[in-house]
Structure formats: structure tokens, C-alpha cells
């Protein structure tokens, strides 16, 4: 097990640049997700850890031992490829034994090793079949089962579970996290899917365009998006994201109202930094409107209703603008309906609109620059 | 019913075309063993007999015990397999490494290779024998698997890299997170994989060293670094009579081309788009 | 250290191919070039001189180079278009699955592996009346007025080794065809009859379209290379009777083997290469063109 320093680690390709700075600490025994769209670096980002690729600046430590040199034989991690890159030619067995006899492990202890960790993920009927005769799951855990039983200082994954379909998706999540939790040693696991994120991870890295947009516990990042970009990535429904303006007639000192279109939103504390058209971005969670068939609130019309068992997403106008509410209550309007929303101030965030930042009002902006 | 009969009839004249491709492809080499097992008396008098009426095996004896041919096809055996081998292991290296790397100059390099395939071999005939002879290189089958090599490495390389890109890259990787050298990961993981690849590569260059006529014929004119193909054409010139033992001679240079053939005939997809250029 | 190690990694792998081929094809190219322009005889120790444009001022007066130019121009065009028409007809007739389809693919595809020089010497046999059944089956057809040697008459002799060639030449193309044909989506097919396409617009619209890419490389390439092939044409004639099936490639042969004169062979080659260039050229010209009115 071992803490993982990565600063300011810059990748380029020619002229292309795909990481551009990232700084990451992760302590030792701690689970890391790395989650952004496809394109943002987060897997180039492992293969870098992995030494797959070379650094072009910045430095990784191991640690505290620089490993940017280091051939990935030398850096004693472990990595579960999206592909699982099981050995076709070898059996369940060999694949298991190659990473311990490529390092010297006397062959009874090697033994020991393999039915130890073919207990642990039920593979022990298993050994002697070759790849393809497995399915789709049973290799995922022979990839595991690769992985782990090598004890090796951090394991890499790189989108592990996306080849699966959604069911056995989730089964596996579960597994790879009990086992972590059984194990406790540093991982580092890349996705695009944003629940796999939120529910596997100690702490979540979004990646954007080669940058680290913000680093935090799950609920955290959901709660308190430093920007847009994180802000509409993580939560599903994404969250509302409206063209808003600032007025300053709420009355109330120190307050402003958000207004989409004609229409008010809330009233709320002034942001530390007021832009100076007024133009804001507003956010809201789906989840976080209520609603009635009442007059008081903003006005708004049903466009159409999607029912996913669980509850309702409603895709409604307010202000000329779409947006979605999300409700477990068994409702009843439909298309065409009117209907008025209402919107507890603390629930809207408000992003500068060009640069993307979090606004904060004032008395909290001190406590988080 | 009238939909039945064009059914029909289209499969019929499907396998009728069939037939004379099937007829066309064999009907030489059917010939060729049919007059090798002729005995010499009926030759004249059943000349264009479909099977004569008895048969014998007395051209191949002769064949191989007064002639020479025993020795042309030991030279054209080490010649093809000693090309057939180190072809192979250049092309493996570059096969690999066009496949693996990308690399400053990579272009440029396949760019040569390409154009070696439209290349005129008859125009280097001359300077070759002129580069060669001084070395002692002539008339030497050393000389010949040094020539050989050079023009089966272009082809054989594209098809290696063929191969290798069906290998998936994540393979060799977990193998050196798993703590390979890339030269063991090399071994253990890619070479079993490509273990048919490397197997059809071998037949291809094999077959297209043991068919070369022109460069033995110009490089190697003592009889005792002649290759099959050279030997053939000498005892053409001067015995064309012995059609027999000529034909004899023609039915054993067929026999080894012929047991790869079956070997890589899986392969040959492959390997003419790889080259998509060479025979 | 690591990092230029890694970096020479790829040219060391790639280094033995590059060295041989430039020190076996193109250094031997460029002498041969250089030939063309100077008097190189073997086993004459006088020659060697600079002779400037002398090779090809002789060659402009050669009667029988303009009869190799155009005998190539015949061999070439005669030997790729059947070949390529019978090589098409052959991977359609095998696109389709039928009982037996391995077997015969098997049958069909073996001319490919047989020696070039046998498959020469084989139809110089056929051909033979001594032992060959064809000017027979020829004469009894009416095509020939007597069973004698094709080889031997002027007039057709070159059509023999063109014979040979398509016979040795059929499943390249067949192959190729076939694989490009296999690649095709079937679903595309199935849109064309739903749409009610019968088979011709279905292989007029689709199979053509689709297969035109292959075809464009396949027939370039193949063309340079029958140009440039000559084995045939040494096994079953030597040039012969008269010179009448000698193509420029053979007539290099035959002038750098046989008279020993390398200088001169280099100059008929370096005008082979001279014609293959511009040949390469006009085609690139005329996709570039087509490209362009697309």
C-alpha cells in the first residue's frame, strides 16, 4: 500500500496538449475516482501512473519515491483494463500465476496465493478454462483476481465495468467495494458513468479539458460544485442549469433577486463578486423544486412527462426556458398543464457566466475562496 | 413455380462456371503428373490420352538417381528455408515495431517499403551481380538468400504488422504492469498469439524464394549453386526431349510449395492485401 | 537515460529492414541508373566509360525496343483485364455459401502457389504437340488449321505466356475481390431488395460502388507488377520466335544475361521505370480530377 503524489503533471502529444497541470494527493489506502467525458485525460492520467506512457513535465511519486523513470514492471501496481486484457492463450490459472512468476514466487506459495484469491472472488471452479470460455462477469473477476493477487502497492482501474450491461454493472460496483473495503489498499478508478463515481468513491476527481475541476468527497462535489462544468456533470437528472439575471430591488440590504426571463426566481445574498451585466448562470437540482396547482410561485407550463418507476421526471417552461423537475410523488399533471413552482434561495447556485465559477455570496465566500 | 425454376437454373450455371474454374486451375498440373508417370513408349502413341494405359514411376527414379536434381533441390531447400527464416525475424522486428511505435521518420519508412513493392526487379539485375561478385557472393547461396531476403522483407513486414495490430494492445501492457520486460512480454503473451502469423509468413516467403528464377539464373551459373528453378530451365535447354523426367523433375519442385500452400492457405487473405501487390 | 533508450527503441527494431533493403534495392537502383549512361560491358575490361546519352540515342534506332514497347503494352493490358474479369467473376461466384464452397475455393486458388517458372514451363509443355493434348483440342476446334506449337508461330506466340500469366494470375485478383466482397453489410443488400433492386442494379449500385476502391489498387499495382515480370516470357520463349514476344522487362533480361551489355540493359530499364512513373502519375492525376468533380 502507498500514497500517490502526482504535481503538476503536464502530457502532450506533438503539439496536442491532454493533461495540462493536474495535481493530485492521494493517501495511502484511499479509493480515488477519476471521472470526466471522454477526451478529458483521466485515462491518460492512469496509463501515466501506470507507466504507460512518458510524463512530458510534472513529477509522480510512489511513496515518496519519484517513479517518472521507472519502467511499469519496476513500480509494482496493478491495473484492470476496460478489455480486462485477459492472456487468451493461458488458463484462468496461468493468468492468475504470470505477474507472480515473473517475480520469483516459489511455486507453493504461488499456489497458495492463487486459491486464496480464487476463493475470495469465486473462481476456484474456474482455473483451468481459458478466457473465452468464461462470461462476461467471470472475466472481470479473473481481472480482479489478477490484480489482487499480486498485493501489489495501488491497483488501476480503467473503466472496468463499462463492457458490462447495467445489471451485472451494478453487482460488480458492489463487489470491487466490499473488496476494497476488505483490502484497503489505494486505488485509483477511471469512469465517464457519474454513479459509479459517486457511490465507489472516498474522494472524486472531476476532469475536464486536461484539468482537475474540482477534488472532494462524493456528496460534497453534488452539494457544492466549485463550477458549471462539475455542476452539471455529476447528478442524474443533470441539474437545471438557466440564463438568469441579478436585480437589485429585492428590498432586503444585501440581497438580490435571480430572475429568468420576466420572471422572479428567489431572492438571495448578494455574490461576493457581482458581475457587472447582472447575467448570471442559476442552478438547481431537479429534485430540490416543489410544486403545486396553487397561484403562488413561478409560473410554468408541463411540456412532458417521463415516468421511471421510481418516480417523475417533468420537463416544464418557466421564463421561456426548459427545465426539469424531479418528484417521487405519484403525480398526476400532463402536457399542457399549468402548474406554479416554488424554490427554497438556499437550493440556487449561481455561476459566473463566462468563466464558469461558483458565485458565493459574501459572508460564505470568505470561507471557501 | 416459375421463381423455382430460375432458382434452378441459376444454380446450375453457378456450378457449371464453377466447373471450368475448377477444370482450368487443375487441368495443367493434372497434366503435368499425368505425363511424369507415363512410361516413355506410350508418350508418342497416347499423347493426348486422359490416363495412359499403364503407368510407372521409372522418371522419378531417374530423376533422382542421374541427375543432379537431388542437388538443386538441397540448394533451393537451404536457400528458401534460410530466407524463409531470417525474413521472417527482420520482419518480425520491423513488423512489430511499425505496429507498437510511432516514431519520427515512421512514414518515410513505410513509404520505402511500399514503393519496393512496385519496384522493377529486372533494373537491379545488373548492378547486383557488379555489387555481389567482387564480395564472392556469386555464385554462392549465400549471396542468394542475402538478395532474397532484402526482397521478401518489405512484404513479409506488412504482413507480420498485420498480425501484431490483431493482437490488442492491452495484452502486452497488463503484461508489463504485471512486471514483463517489454522483450518477455514480448515473448510470453505476442509471439504464442501470432504463432499462426509467423507460421503463414514463413510459407509465403518460402514459396516466393523457391519460385525465383531470374536472380538465381543471372548470380548463380555453376552448377553447383544452382537452384531447382535454374536447374529445370538448363535441363530444358539441353534434354528437351526426356519429357518424363522433365515433368518428373517439374511434379517435385511442386511438392514442397504445394504442402505450405495447404499450411497457409487460411492465411492467404491476409496475406495478399498485406502485400496486395506481390504473387 | 530511460527516456533515450525509449526513444531509440522503435529505430533499432526497424534498423535491419531499412539497411538491407537500401543496400540490396536502392543502392543497386541508383548504380544501375548511373549505368544507363555509361559503357558497361561484362568481362570486357575497356569498358566503363562515361558514353553520356549514347544508350538511348542506340535505343531510339532499336527496332526491337519499340517491339518489346509494344508488346509490353499488349502483354500488360491483356494479361490485368482477364485476369481482373475472371477474378471478379470467380470471388462472386464464391461469395455465395454452397455445398463445397472450401474445397473448390481450394481447387481454384492453387495455381497461386505453383513456381511462376513451373507454371511457365507447364503451359510451354501443354502447348507442345509432343506431349501437350492442346494444339490438338485447338485444331479440333477450328481455331488452329493444324496441331502445331503456339509458341513457335510469330504471330500468336505471345498469347501463350499471356495464357499462363492469367491461369497463374486469377486468384490473386480472386482473393483480393473476394475479401473486399465479404466486407460488405449484408443489411445493405436487404435494403436494396426490400427497395426491389433486382440482382444486376443490385451489383451496378452496391457491389461496384463498394468494391471500386479495392479494384483501384488492386488493378494499379497489379499492372506495374505484370509490367515488370518477366519469368514467364524467359521460360516458355526467351523473346521468341523472332523477338515476338519479347516485352522490355525480358528484353533487359536478355541484353544484361545474355549479351552482357549492363549498360545498355540499364538504359532500357531506366526508360521502363521513365514509363511506370508516368504511368503511376496519370492515374493519380486523373483521381485527383475525379475526386474534384465528385
Known amino acids: 500500500m502507498a500514497a500517490i503524489s502526482i504535481k503538476g503533471v503536464c502530457k502532450k502529444y506533438g503539439t496536442v496538449s491532454v493533461l495540462r497541470g493536474i495535481d493530485l494527493e492521494v493517501r495511502d489506502g484511499e479509493f480515488i475516482v477519476l471521472v470526466g467525458p471522454s477526451g478529458c485525460g483521466k485515462s491518460t492520467l492512469l496509463r501515466l501512473i501506470a507507466g504507460l506512457e512518458e510524463i512530458t513535465t510534472g513529477e509522480i511519486r510512489v511513496d515518496n519515491r519519484v517513479i517518472n523513470e521507472l519502467a511499469p514492471k519496476e513500480r509494482d501496481l496493478a491495473m484492470v483494463f476496460q478489455s480486462y486484457a485477459l492472456y487468451p492463450h493461458m488458463t484462468v490459472r496461468e493468468n492468475l500465476r504470470f505477474g507472480l512468476s515473473l517475480r520469483g514466487i516459489p511455486r507453493e506459495r504461488m499456489e497458495m496465493l492463487v486459491q486464496g484469491v480464487s476463493e475470495k472472488l469465486g473462481l476456484t471452479g474456474l482455473l483451468e478454462r481459458k478466457p473465452r470460455q468464461l462470461s462476461g462477469g467471470q472475466r472481470q473477476r479473473v481481472a480482479m483476481g489478477r490484480a489482487i493477487v499480486r498485493e501489489p502497492k495501488a491497483f488501476l482501474f480503467d473503466e472496468p465495468l463499462s463492457n458490462l450491461d447495467a445489471r451485472l454493472r451494478e453487482q460488480m460496483r458492489y463487489e470491487i467495494r466490499r473488496l476494497y473495503l476488505e483490502l484497503r489498499t489505494t486505488s485509483i478508478y477511471v469512469t465517464h458513468d457519474q454513479v459509479e463515481a459517486m457511490t465507489m468513491a472516498d474522494r472524486i476527481v472531476v476532469m475536464n479539458d486536461g484539468i482537475a475541476q474540482q477534488v472532494g468527497p462524493p456528496q460534497e462535489l453534488y452539494d457544492d460544485p466549485a463550477n458549471l462544468f462539475v455542476a452539471g456533470f455529476i447528478g442524474a437528472p443533470a441539474m437545471n442549469l438557466l440564463e438568469a439575471t441579478l436585480r437589485e430591488d429585492s428590498g432586503a440590504p444585501g440581497d438580490v433577486t435571480v430572475m429568468i426571463g420576466s420572471e422572479a426566481l428567489a431572492a438571495v445574498q448578494r455574490p461576493s463578486s457581482m458581475p457587472v451585466t447582472g447575467r448570471v448562470i442559476a442552478g438547481i437540482r431537479p429534485e430540490r423544486m416543489s410544486f403545486g396547482a396553487d397561484a403562488n410561485g413561478i409560473p410554468a407550463e408541463v411540456d412532458l412527462v417521463e415516468a421511471t418507476g421510481i418516480g417523475m421526471i417533468m420537463h416544464i417552461k418557466a421564463g421561456g426556458q426548459l427545465l426539469k423537475i424531479y418528484t417521487t410523488d405519484r403525480i398526476k399533471f400532463r402536457s399542457g398543464d399549468r402548474l406554479a413552482m416554488h424554490i427554497d434561495p438556499l437550493d440556487l447556485l449561481l455561476f459566473d457566466v463566462d468563466s ?14 | 413455380m416459375k421463381h423455382c425454376l430460375k432458382v434452378r437454373l441459376y444454380w446450375i450455371l453457378h456450378y457449371a462456371l464453377l466447373a471450368l474454374f475448377v477444370v482450368f486451375a487443375l487441368f495443367p498440373l493434372y497434366w503435368l503428373v499425368k505425363v511424369s508417370i507415363t512410361p516413355n513408349d506410350l508418350l508418342y502413341s497416347e499423347g493426348v490420352r486422359l490416363w495412359p494405359s499403364h503407368t510407372t514411376f521409372a522418371h522419378y527414379v531417374s530423376v533422382l538417381r542421374h541427375t ?42 513505410v513509404g520505402v517499403l511500399m514503393v519496393t513493392q512496385m519496384f522493377p526487379l529486372v533494373m537491379i539485375v545488373a548492378p547486383i551481380f557488379r555489387l555481389l561478385s567482387p564480395l564472392g557472393l556469386t555464385n554462392s547461396l549465400t549471396g542468394l538468400v542475402i538478395v532474397y531476403t532484402a526482397f521478401n ?127 | 537515460m530511460r527516456r533515450t533508450l525509449l526513444w531509440l527503441e522503435p529505430y533499432f527494431y526497424a534498423a535491419p529492414s531499412v539497411i538491407l533493403i537500401g543496400a540490396i534495392m536502392f543502392v543497386p537502383l541508383v548504380i544501375g541508373l548511373s549505368y544507363a549512361f555509361h559503357d558497361i560491358t561484362l568481362l570486357d575490361p575497356l569498358s566503363g566509360d562515361y558514353v553520356g546519352l549514347q544508350h538511348f540515342r542506340e535505343l531510339y534506332a532499336d527496332a526491337s525496343f519499340w517491339n518489346a514497347l509494344r508488346n509490353t503494352v499488349i502483354w500488360t493490358v491483356s494479361c490485368v483485364v482477364l485476369q481482373f474479369g475472371l477474378g471478379l467473376m470467380l470471388a462472386l461466384l464464391l461469395n455465395r455459401p454452397f455445398v463445397g464452397r472450401r474445397a473448390i475455393q481450394l481447387c481454384v486458388f492453387l495455381p497461386w502457389a505453383v513456381p511462376s517458372f513451373l507454371s511457365g514451363l507447364n503451359w510451354a509443355w501443354l502447348f507442345n504437340p509432343v506431349v501437350g493434348p492442346l494444339p490438338y483440342w485447338l485444331s479440333a476446334l477450328g481455331v488452329m488449321k493444324t496441331p502445331d506449337n503456339l509458341l513457335s508461330d510469330p504471330d500468336h506466340a505471345l498469347w501463350g505466356p499471356i495464357i499462363a500469366n492469367v491461369w497463374w494470375g486469377i486468384p490473386f485478383f480472386a482473393i483480393t475481390l473476394l475479401a473486399a466482397l465479404q466486407s460488405i453489410p449484408k443489411d445493405l443488400y436487404e435494403a436494396a431488395t426490400m427497395d426491389g433492386a433486382n440482382a444486376w442494379q443490385q451489383f451496378r449500385r452496391i457491389t461496384l460502388p463498394l468494391l471500386a476502391p479495392t479494384i483501384a489498387i488492386t488493378v494499379m499495382l497489379r499492372t506495374v507488377w505484370i509490367a515488370n515480370f518477366p519469368d514467364l516470357i524467359v521460360v516458355m520463349t526467351r523473346g521468341g520466335p523472332a523477338d515476338s514476344t519479347q516485352i522490355l522487362a525480358s528484353y533487359i533480361f536478355t541484353q544484361a544475361f545474355q549479351r552482357l551489355d549492363f549498360g545498355y540493359a540499364s538504359a532500357v530499364a531506366a526508360v521502363l521505370l521513365l514509363l511506370l512513373l508516368l504511368y503511376a502519375l496519370a492515374l493519380l492525376a486523373l483521381r485527383h480530377a475525379l475526386a474534384k468533380r465528385g
Not at chain 2, 520491423?94 to 515512421?106: D, I, L, N
Not at chain 2, 499462426?196 to 523457391?210: D, R
Not at chain 2, 526426356?242 to 504442402?259: E, K, R, S, T, Y
Request: proline share 5%; charged share 10%.
Open chain 2, 153 to 279: 522483407v518489405p512484404f513479409a513486414t506488412f504482413l507480420m504488422q498485420s498480425f501484431f495490430d490483431a493482437v490488442p494492445r492491452d495484452l502486452e501492457e497488463a503484461a508489463m504492469i504485471d512486471g514483463a520486460s517489454r522483450f518477455r512480454a514480448f515473448r510470453s503473451i505476442i509471439v504464442p498469439l501470432t504463432l499462426p502469423g509467423l507460421a503463414a509468413t514463413l510459407g509465403f516467403v518460402f514459396t516466393a524464394a523457391w519460385s525465383e528464377l531470374l536472380f538465381a539464373l543471372m548470380l548463380n551459373s555453376s552448377s553447383d549453386a544452382s537452384t531447382f528453378p535454374v536447374g529445370l530451365l538448363a535441363f530444358v535447354s539441353k534434354f528437351s526431349v526426356d519429357f518424363g523426367q522433365m515433368m518428373a523433375a517439374g511434379v517435385l519442385a511442386l511438392l514442397p510449395v504445394c504442402a505450405f500452400f495447404l499450411l497457409i492457405q487460411r492465411h492467404l487473405v491476409q496475406g495478399l492485401t498485406a502485400g496486395a501487390v506481390k504473387g
Open chain 1, 356 to 369: 464558469g465559477k461558483r458565485l458565493r455570496p459574501l459572508s460564505q465566500g470568505a470561507a471557501h475562496p
Open chain 2, 68 to 109: 543432379a536434381f537431388p542437388l538443386f533441390f538441397r540448394n533451393s531447400v537451404i536457400v528458401a528455408g534460410a530466407t524463409s527464416v531470417t525474413s521472417t525475424l527482420i520482419a518480425t522486428a520491423a513488423g512489430y515495431c511499425f505496429s507498437r511505435f510511432s516514431f519520427t521518420g515512421k512514414f518515410l519508412i
